[in-house]
């Protein structure tokens, strides 16, 4: 049984279709790379697949159960989204820190902040740094130590990567794929090719809102 299936999904807006009777099935453990033209359809596949948006037919499962019969909260601490560009809000970093725990009604785990700051090379200097006087690259690396203070089951990035330098996007690999070995399944759309072979097992290209093909790399 598969971890998430897309079963026949469409995805219509202002009467253009962007999915189109799309067909996918994610194994726990997967590391997919998501690949294909601009506008082919790959970042709407990641926000039916958490939820942000609904299919227009067709139906998506996770443990074999509707994710629109979930509470929004509750999926989106399973399946973590990152959006190609970072999103933090409030005035401090710590703020975005302290949020997962919160909606969690969690202890805050100090240990658990240090270790994921010094797996993407901050320090937790940067608690105390306004959200707005961050580059791009250290707003990147903040939005996913939001989402991996808890292990999500499935983590969908949307090129993460691509504005980053070389230095940090090997930081920001050597994390993902740390991750994927401890168990977290892995969607990530990447428009570089050797990227997307590096490190994946499956190669998904998507054209005109359809699957292309789905390669096994290993």
């Not at 994610?26 to 601009?38: K, L, Y």
């Not at 997962?100 to 240090?114: G, Y």
């Not at 996913?144 to 949307?158: K, N, T, V």
């Not at 740390?178 to 428009?191: D, F, M, Y």
Request: glycine content about 6%; proline content about 3%.
């Amino acid at each position: 049984m598969a971890l998430l299936e897309c079963s026949h999904i469409s995805y219509t807006r202002d009467d253009k279709a962007i999915i189109e009777d799309l067909d996918l099935g994610v194994e726990s453990g997967d590391f997919i790379s998501i690949v294909g033209p601009s506008g082919s359809g790959k970042s709407t596949l990641l926000k039916l697949c958490c939820d942000l948006i609904s299919p227009t037919k067709g139906d998506i499962l996770f443990h074999n159960q509707s994710v629109d019969t979930y509470i929004p909260t509750d999926l989106r601490k399973k399946i973590s989204y990152c959006l190609q560009t970072p999103y933090l809000f409030g005035d401090k970093v710590i703020e975005n820190i302290e949020f997962p725990f919160a909606i969690r009604n969690e202890a805050h785990d100090q240990q658990r902040v240090e270790d994921l700051f010094s797996a993407f090379q901050m320090t937790t200097d940067f608690l105390q740094k306004d959200v707005k006087n961050l580059s791009g690259g250290e707003k990147q690396r903040i939005a996913l130590i939001r989402s991996l203070l808890f292990q999500p089951e499935i983590l969908l990035l949307d090129e993460v990567t691509s504005a980053l330098d070389v230095a940090n996007t090997q930081i920001v690999e050597d994390v993902i794929v740390k991750l994927n070995n401890a168990g977290t399944t892995l969607l990530w759309i990447t428009h570089n090719p050797e990227q997307s072979r590096r490190y994946a097992n499956k190669l998904l290209t998507i054209d005109s809102g359809k699957v292309k093909s789905l390669e096994v790399i290993r």
